[in-house]
């Protein structure tokens, strides 16, 4: 069975930090590049973050010098370092394995998501 499981979620103040992580099984993720996605209340799912297999990294303008993804190829994880939060930030959020090719999101496996509120 293959499964994206998220965790690390939760209520933080604005300028708190969280760290996020993603445990694959069934799948290896190791050669695989793998994404952060977040979804607010009422809007569309939007890329934050991406690492490749050879851990570069890029990130969505409006989380540039907050977050930090990374990985763990010998846990088969991902994480989400997100450093000062704001209200804006709060949102459900997903790791996926990328396919080969295609944009940001061309993806074939989803996490279930965890969530993020950032509220004083």
């Known amino acids: 069975q293959v499964q994206l499981v998220e965790s690390g979620g939760g209520l933080v103040q604005p300028g708190g930090s969280l760290r996020l992580s993603c445990v694959a099984s069934g799948i290896d993720i190791s050669a695989r590049t793998m994404e952060w996605f977040r979804q607010a209340p009422g809007g569309q799912r939007e890329w934050v973050a991406i690492v490749t297999a050879g851990g570069s990294t890029v990130y969505a303008d409006s989380v540039k010098g907050r977050f930090s993804i990374s990985r763990d190829n010998a846990k088969n994880t991902v994480y989400l370092q997100m450093n000062s939060l704001k209200p804006e930030d709060t949102a459900v959020y997903y790791c996926?394995?990328?396919?080969?090719?295609?944009?940001?999101?061309?993806?074939?496996?989803w996490g279930q998501g965890t969530q993020v509120t950032v509220s004083s």
């Open positions: 996926a394995r990328k396919t080969p090719g295609g944009s940001y999101y061309s993806v074939d496996y």
